[in-house]
């Protein structure tokens, strides 16, 4: 373990104050002992950080998927008091609501014969990398009310079922939204990529539930094992980014103006009532629900081809959940037996709300919210489910994936691309993206082990395993 | 070729130095092209547009922030690049060809032009900056 650094048990490690200067609470992280060596200083370091802001309610905190970030750490958590805290887009990133989605079908994995043509299919369909332009013939008007409204917007466009929205967090449209402080460059970025993949990690997959840990919760979210499912991976694109670069810009001279200390510009922030506080916010909100629409209209997509190729309805498709991993919330939680308004921070983080919540769909509501967790491309994802730890321990929050151990440029120089896909092929994953440097970049060599940062979640019981599922055939930008 | 990449986990960063701040800002932007679309030619595509920040940092984000949008939404892929700094005002003429999937992908998308670690420095007769980006 690194100096400075006390293991409390053996998921959890505590950075104590003082470990940078001007820490108000102590950082805790979750990590095995196994995963130990994966840990970066720079990471810890960034953590505390965070420990610095004003307003930070029990400790900064980050899940086993923690890295190297900017500002946060990937992986963090923290929240911040109404009346004396900050809200920051270092806790939130550039993707705001980068996020992930999981479809069900009603096919079984025999049934799918034709993968190669599913998949291509999926790609002619879904635009898909860098410079890939939407397909939606979106008005001024039109994404104006998609950044207010979100995934309701959509299904009254046209773009998926009524059942959708309840399964979204948030039912896909956050409440605090306001496009007016959405500037006219990001609503440029915007408008011609409203429903397109993008590229980096962001991937959709076609998978197969191999392993059914807790049946009961699986019936809940209409699971079973052999079971065919869709997951869907992307953020808010250029809007997003946008966004994030503008108000950055505004709070770097906010945290002079108000003399807030900030170890790290990028951890650069307003208080939450403050104009510079209050437009960041409202902003990120309406980035979100652009991030929660440009995943539906994907679903759209999705379900269309599946429809045509494979003779299903849309609704025997339902959504099982979408879930945000880059984001700033406004929650409600128990603290010190008193409920408290926070603004959570959730960057590389999941939230996974434990049963019994109102924010968790009615149908749901009583075994926790889902918490899905992407893998890569060779690597399972998961299913699981939130819980009453997680409320207590770390704001209703878990990890969101895998997180990297190699850089993007080490894998692509270590792993043509074109060996990583015929590797995935002879394992049965059919893989087509936009070029195999894409491909190498993401090869499965590049991440944690998925299994081992569930293994810790597990073990910390901040969320529990419900079902595995396995990649078939993946279409990345 | 004046800049490296810095070993990084989750994102790229870049390390750039020039004999001067206008080349080193220039070296920055090619950096950043050359992450993003692996190979550029100067075809002719131009634009001029300055910048004004608060200091020489935030000058070196708000700059790639700008060519980021403009490569964005004009579709342009930026080669080469003509650097005026004055105080914490910049002009520059870039320079480049139209985006073609055929030939530019292959590439990381950046996101955005973290502060992180973000600083410029002189040492001698050398200005150097490291710069994270956000893939």
Known sequence: MLEGIERINEVECEVPVGYVPGMRVSARFFLSEDLEESLEEGAVHQLANVATLPGIVRHALAMPDIHSGYGFPIGGVAAFREETGIISPGGVGYDINCGVRLLATPLRVEDLTQMRALVEELFRTVPTGVGAESRMRLSAQGLEEMLVEGVPW?????????????????????????????????????????GTLGSGNHFLEVQVIDKVFDPKVAAVYGLEEGQVCCMIHCGSRGLGHQVCTDHLRVLESATRKYEIAIPDRQLACAPIHSPEGEAYFGAMAAAANYAWVNRQVITHEVRKVFSRLFGIEYEEMPLVYDVAHNVAKREEHDIDGRRETLYVHRKGATRAFGPGRLEVPADYRAVGQPVIIPGSMGSSSYVLHGTDTAMERTFGSTCHGAGRVMSRTKAKKSMPGKEVREALMERGIYVRATSDASIAEEAPAAYKESDKVVDTVTRARLSLPVVRLRPLGVIKG | MPFIEVPHQADVKVRVWADDCNALFAEAARAMFLVMYVAAEDRGVERSFTVSSDDLTSLMVDFLSELLFISE???????????????????????GEPFDPARHLGGMEIKGVSYSGLGIVRDGEQFSSEILFDV
């Open chain 1, 154 to 194: 959509a299904v009254r466009e046209g773009y998926g079922i009524e059942a959708d929205a309840v399964h979204c967090e948030e039912n896909g449209q956050m409440q605090d939204a306001d496009a007016v402080p959405v500037s006219k460059r990001a609503r440029k970025r915007g408008m011609p990529q409203a």
């Open chain 2, 73 to 95: 939404v004009d579709r342009v892929v930026f080669s080469s690049f003509e650097v005026t700094i004055d105080g914490t005002e910049l002009r520059v003429r870039a320079s």
